[in-house]
């Protein structure tokens, strides 16, 4: 499959600094890569203030314009959220498809999303954004295209009119609320077997899904592209001690993500408020990993995560930057997701920050109790288990949930 040629724009306010800036056009040109382009190159210009109908001034629309005739792109994208008006005055001046950060972003969920709920987010999120720029793009959107920018949403023709999308909105929304009520149920069954849960979260490209996959044994899509995972994936995870806790891979943050796409995902980001313990999860190679983590906890606060433990799992230690200093926010350990001894510590890691949550406890259990006993290897870590041979009696400590239903029967069999 051939890569689309891409020039990427980007205007660069007062009040965003040189390097975020370059770092930000670098995020634009991986997120080209991912929705399967080549950025042929660059064009950035510095202003006091956006240009109202062209986003970038007079003299730099001029430039593009040359530029477009002799690199002959495919689709020009701009680092910024266009307004409608905009969009279509750059349009008709460039002569080229015209899409901004929010199309893009939505371009590669719309490739990426495998579940129905996946698709039927993305379906509204490009519903969402699409509404208010209907007005005079009529032709180009009344056909699905090919290429970045115009895949999605769904395989139905998408119709100018307006009272259509309204109706699909709806539609959507309403088939969603089923679907989040189906996993409530299922998180509030998971909450009465008592069952530790572990959400990963982290930026997108992080190394969440092949931690997870290292962790589980599981089949999730890793690959070095953004926004790899977008459907949340839960697994079992069994721990050095064979406590088992479900661990959950969740899709990617992103600095200046779209509006439209949190309210979206927000309910593939539920699961995260319902875990016991966060892992967060940095690429401790990149060199904005500093404001990659300060974009996660804005968006855990957002969500009002906040009161989960958070715990910090610096990826990618074998290619670590030297400059690399990690946050002293949390508890936190360095690993590599490819080597075997890190992932059996980031296990021993887990269980140490899973036994911070839970109630001790020192009993004494008669050996005829055998199913009392196989109950506590499963559901709760058992640190000591040794049969005093005196007493006919297993003398037992470990940790256990606080709301586990065996804590209240576990206090009479105290030592």
């Given at each position: 499959?051939?890569?689309?040629?891409?020039?990427?724009?980007?205007?660069?306010?007062?009040?965003?600094?040189?390097?975020?800036?370059?770092?930000?056009?670098?995020?634009?040109?991986?997120?080209?890569?991912?929705?399967?382009?080549?950025?042929?190159?660059?064009?950035?210009?510095?202003?006091?203030?956006?240009?109202?109908?062209?986003?970038?001034?007079?003299?730099?629309?001029?430039?593009?314009?040359?530029?477009?005739?002799?690199?002959?792109?495919?689709?020009?994208v701009f680092n910024d959220e266009l307004s409608p008006s905009q969009n279509r005055n750059l349009t008709k001046l460039l002569n080229v498809r015209v899409i901004d950060r929010t199309q893009l972003i939505l371009d590669i969920f719309a490739q990426r999303a495998w579940s129905k709920e996946g698709k039927l987010q993305v379906e509204l999120a490009q519903l969402q954004y699409i509404l208010p720029r209907l007005s005079g793009q009529g032709v180009e959107l009344s056909r699905l295209g090919g290429g970045i920018g115009t895949r999605g949403p769904g395989e139905t023709k998408l119709e100018t009119d307006r009272r259509h999308i309204r109706r699909r909105i709806d539609e959507i929304k309403a088939q969603l609320k089923v679907i989040v009520e189906h996993r409530e149920?299922?998180?509030?069954?998971?909450?009465?077997?008592?069952?530790?849960?572990?959400?990963?979260?982290?930026?997108?490209?992080?190394?969440?899904?092949?931690?997870?996959?290292?962790?589980?044994?599981?089949?999730?899509?890793?690959?070095?592209?953004?926004?790899?995972?977008?459907?949340?994936?839960?697994?079992?995870?069994?721990?050095?001690?064979?406590?088992?806790?479900?661990?959950?891979?969740?899709?990617?943050?992103?600095?200046?993500?779209?509006?439209?796409?949190?309210?979206?995902?927000?309910?593939?980001?539920?699961?995260?408020?319902?875990?016991?313990?966060?892992?967060?999860?940095?690429?401790?190679?990149?060199?904005?990993?500093?404001?990659?983590?300060?974009?996660?906890?804005?968006?855990?606060?957002?969500?009002?995560?906040?009161?989960?433990?958070?715990?910090?799992?610096?990826?990618?230690?074998?290619?670590?930057?030297?400059?690399?200093?990690?946050?002293?926010?949390?508890?936190?350990?360095?690993?590599?997701?490819?080597?075997?001894?890190?992932?059996?510590?980031?296990?021993?890691?887990?269980?140490?920050?899973?036994?911070?949550?839970?109630?001790?406890?020192?009993?004494?259990?008669?050996?005829?109790?055998?199913?009392?006993?196989?109950?506590?290897?499963?559901?709760?870590?058992?640190?000591?288990?040794?049969?005093?041979?005196?007493?006919?009696?297993?003398?037992?400590?470990?940790?256990?949930?606080?709301?586990?239903?065996?804590?209240?029967?576990?206090?009479?069999?105290?030592?």
């Open positions: 499959m051939s890569l689309e040629k891409v020039i990427t724009v980007g205007c660069q306010l007062p009040h965003v600094d040189d390097e975020r800036f370059s770092y930000s056009m670098e995020e634009l040109a991986s997120l080209v890569h991912t929705a399967n382009g080549e950025v042929v190159i660059i064009l950035t210009q510095k202003r006091e203030t956006i240009h109202p109908a062209t986003y970038i001034g007079k003299g730099k629309v001029e430039e593009l314009v040359r530029l477009v005739e002799q690199f002959e792109p495919d689709v020009v149920r299922y998180r509030e069954r998971r909450k009465k077997n008592a069952v530790f849960q572990i959400a990963l979260v982290g930026y997108t490209n992080a190394g969440k899904s092949t931690l997870f996959n290292r962790l589980t044994n599981a089949d999730s899509f890793e690959e070095n592209l953004l926004f790899a995972t977008l459907d949340p994936l839960t697994r079992k995870l069994v721990l050095p001690s064979g406590y088992t806790v479900l661990l959950t891979d969740t899709v990617g943050f992103i600095q200046d993500l779209p509006t439209t796409l949190v309210a979206a995902f927000r309910s593939t980001l539920e699961e995260v408020k319902e875990a016991d313990l966060i892992l967060h999860i940095v690429d401790s190679s990149n060199p904005d990993y500093i404001q990659h983590e300060q974009t996660v906890y804005r968006l855990l606060e957002e969500l009002e995560a906040t009161t989960i433990p958070i715990a910090t799992v610096y990826n990618k230690r074998d290619i670590v930057l030297p400059s690399f200093v990690p946050s002293p926010k949390t508890d936190y350990m360095l690993v590599s997701a490819l080597n075997e001894q890190d992932i059996q510590a980031l296990r021993r890691f887990m269980e140490t920050r899973i036994t911070e949550a839970m109630e001790r406890y020192d009993v004494a259990i008669r050996a005829s109790e055998g199913k009392l006993l196989d109950q506590l290897k499963a559901e709760t870590i058992v640190q000591h288990m040794h049969y005093n041979e005196q007493s006919g009696m297993y003398e037992c400590s470990g940790y256990i949930l606080p709301d586990h239903p065996l804590l209240l029967q576990l206090r009479t069999y105290k030592k």
